[in-house]
């Protein structure tokens, strides 16, 4: 054992406005799987891999608002091309804007975005 702190992980935490349904949407559309859900479906959390995030319920228009606007996660992957393959018929179940196909960045990265249910930008990336 070390006798330095060491930190483990950090985990976004997103507003949402229902949190079993934004749960629904990371497990039926994404892949992640439900870790956490509060009795009062308050709070819960997702995870795939190493990707994690914190949900939050909440009826606060400016926080929804954010999530909306200003929350965007990268989600750092390898395998990039088969992550979208695997996600693709779900993906094109959702409303259009939702999805920005796999395309490459000029300095070096490959990338798919996806949009959650409350405006929550994900990118889905991979260095070169």
Not at 3 to 14: M, Q, R, S, W, Y
Not at 24 to 32: A, H, V
């Amino acid at each position: 054992m070390s006798d330095k702190p060491v930190i483990k992980d950090a985990v976004a935490i997103v507003p949402v406005r229902d949190v079993v349904e934004t749960i629904r949407f990371y497990t039926d559309i994404l892949g992640f799987e439900g870790q956490v859900l509060a009795e009062d479906n308050s709070y819960g959390s997702v995870r795939r891999g190493g990707a994690a995030m914190d949900l939050l319920a909440t009826d606060d228009a400016d926080a929804l608002k954010a999530t909306a606007t200003n929350i965007a996660l990268a989600v750092w992957v390898e395998g990039l091309d088969d992550l979208y393959a695997e996600l693709k018929p779900k993906l094109d179940t959702l409303p259009k804007g939702r999805v920005r196909p796999p395309f490459d960045q000029p300095y070096g990265v490959r990338e798919f975005h996806v949009k959650d249910p409350d405006g929550c930008l994900l990118f889905f990336a991979e260095r070169d």
